[in-house]
């Protein structure tokens, strides 16, 4: 134990991102941009439905990332790493359970099913 009462230790303190109204204003546009192209792409269709479903796609993960990094400054240095570590871990459990899921219903509908009769031979 230190003999000064008022001594910090390094590991008590908790390192708190400090964002800047700059950030937020990026964030805020980035956000509203990533939301109105597929907005628009749904509205107006200029793509086929697989593909807009595609880029709305890969437009909601970028939105993800534009809000982790600028609205809850996740980064590889804030809480010593452990709010990534901790967003990884999250990410492959839920991986695994959408695959495991997706696994399961689709080897219940090849193996349960009954066969299809053809309705064009019916009275």
Known sequence: MSADPHAHHAHDEIELPHASMRDYV???VLSVILTAIPF???MERPLSDGA???VI???AAVQIVVH???FLHMN???EGGWSITSLAFTII???IMLAGSMWVMHHLNTNMMPPMHDTSQLP
């Open 40 to 42: 628009w792409l749904v």
């Open 26 to 28: 990026i964030g805020f």
């Open 76 to 78: 590889p240095k804030a």
């Open 68 to 70: 982790m990094v600028f």
């Open 57 to 59: 796609m890969v437009f």
């Open 93 to 95: 459990i839920v991986v």
């Open 52 to 54: 807009t479903a595609a």
